[in-house]
């Protein structure tokens, strides 16, 4: 795949303005991918965004051949025992479907949650279907983008962190066409996926494909780590600079189900535009 016809980026900023900051970002970066909070990233306030920024931040993507995603509320938990957090997540997930048609977004991306307690565990999967089954629906009838549920890093009751659960997830709703998946190397390095060992990223995304279907990958987050293979720990690092390495994202831009998929770096900004370029450099 011609490296320029892959989308590449990272999380762009949107505070003071949606579009004056993440077309700067994108003008800093030579990023032709954006990903954006349009809300409260660790909060449940919700606010209506500004439509001359949509439309501009709408026309700036369009006229410079970028891909624009969105990152639901980091508290979204479809899985929770306590219904308040599923209202508020379901809230949260259809305002971000909203925000995301008004800005031109190709995907939402949300964590596929947690059961919390033992207790809860055999009930989860129940109430996503019961929550998330009617929200694909409207989504799918309102024109709004596609939800891309995002494996975790495992720990806690997590309804998917390695790349298997993702058949159980599916499943659960039916494996709706209007839920797709997003990857994030690190989260995967976390669960126990040792994408370091030659072969071991391929393995993982063959896996992936296995339990989701072919055409069911939408996204890839491709952030190194900080911390072991298995930790459970999402802590973000710059490509190369971590214990995943370099050699597993040559192996990731590789892989046939990747050819042509927008990738997101989620490190540190400092570093995107290196970044970027790191991940441009490993062509196919």
Not at 52 to 78: I, S
Not at 192 to 213: E, F, Q, S, Y
Not at 216 to 225: E, K, Q, T
Request: include cysteine; glycine fraction near 10%; aromatic fraction near 4%.
């Amino acid at each position: 795949m011609d490296p320029v016809l892959t989308p590449v980026g990272g999380h762009a900023p949107a505070a003071r303005g949606l579009a004056k900051a993440a077309l700067r970002y994108v003008e800093q970066t030579s990023a032709t991918a954006v990903q954006v909070y349009v809300s409260n990233p660790r909060g449940w306030a919700l606010t209506e965004g500004d439509p001359k920024q949509d439309d501009a931040f709408l026309k700036g993507c369009a006229d410079q051949g970028v891909a624009a995603y969105v990152h639901a509320a980091l508290l979204v938990n479809l899985g929770s025992p306590t219904e308040a957090t599923v209202e508020r997540s379901l809230a949260t997930l259809e305002h971000a479907l909203r925000r995301g048609r008004a800005i031109g977004a190709r995907g939402v991306v949300f964590h596929a949650g947690s059961a919390v307690d033992a207790e809860h565990a055999e009930k989860a999967f129940a109430t996503v279907r019961r929550v998330l089954l009617p929200l694909l629906e409207r989504a799918d009838r309102e024109g709004w983008p596609p939800l891309l549920v995002e494996p975790s890093a495992g720990g806690g009751r997590s309804l998917a962190s390695r790349v298997e659960h993702l058949e159980e997830y599916l499943a659960a709703v039916d494996r709706h066409p209007h839920l797709g998946v997003c990857f994030d190397t690190c989260h995967a390095w976390a669960a126990g996926h040792d994408l370091a060992t030659p072969g071991g990223m391929t393995a993982t995304l063959d896996a992936l494909v296995a339990a989701a279907g072919a055409d069911r990958l939408r996204l890839i987050h491709a952030n190194d780590s900080k911390d072991a293979c298995g930790s459970t720990r999402d802590r973000h690092e710059s490509l190369g600079k971590g214990t995943i390495g370099t050699q597993a994202f040559a192996e990731l831009r590789a892989h046939p189900a990747v050819e042509g998929l927008p990738l997101i770096v989620e490190t540190s900004s400092e570093t995107h535009a290196a970044d970027i370029a790191l991940l441009r450099g490993l062509t196919r």
